[in-house]
């Protein structure tokens, strides 16, 4: 049987290794200097390497910080789940990860865009439960026709146009909260809080941990 390294690891093993707090620790640290790039730019400025590191964290930090504030929900994600007791750890992940999608996204129209990804994701769905039903007396035949493209072009821009109405008003409130976080004050500030607790969550995690719940190290998934 091929072997493909990391794609023939199970959802538990990757949730188990996202939950080393090393690991966690790390993803901390990287997503607290990307935050607060700005600030730790202008801090090492005089600083021949650093400054000009800073400076290449700060045109990149945009569209990685995108990326990377996914990983820090899915990750958020994984502690809240496998550590009772790392609420403090995942919420700050969450939070950080927030921002720096936030960054990116209030830069689109997002109500524009939510309804292009539910409307897809719902058709998408909706042909996946109907396919097998392709060769099924009496109805097989309108099945066919309904996964055809044009029909499901046609499923998809109706979706889109009621999603957009639906969650249009909600998507922007949410943008204008997201403004709120991806300001540069506010994300230099999580930024240097998710430093912090990078370096505690690596150096003494108990401190962020509840220890009347469960103490790190986390325990494994299955």
Known sequence: MLQFGVFDLTLGEIMAWFADPWVVGWILIVTGILAASWLLENITDPIP?????FDIIVKL???LGFF??????LVGYVV???QPGGAIVAGVLILAG??????????????????????LFTTFTLYGLLTPYTSAAFIGE?????????WMAIIAAVLFFFFY???????????????????TPLLVIIGLAAIAVGIIVIAAPALVINPYI???PLPTVP
């Open 49 to 53: 390497l650093l400054g000009t590191i």
């Open 61 to 63: 930090g945009t569209i």
């Open 68 to 73: 990377v504030g996914i990983l820090d929900i």
């Open 80 to 82: 809240f789940q496998t």
């Open 98 to 119: 927030f921002a720096l999608v936030m960054r990116v996204l209030t830069k689109f129209p997002l109500a524009f865009v939510f309804a292009i990804a539910a409307s």
């Open 142 to 150: 309108y099945i066919v026709q309904i996964t055809s493209l044009k």
């Open 165 to 183: 109405g639906l969650f249009g008003l909600m998507i922007n409130i949410i943008a204008l909260i997201g403004k709120i976080f991806a300001s």
């Open 214 to 216: 469960d103490p790190w």
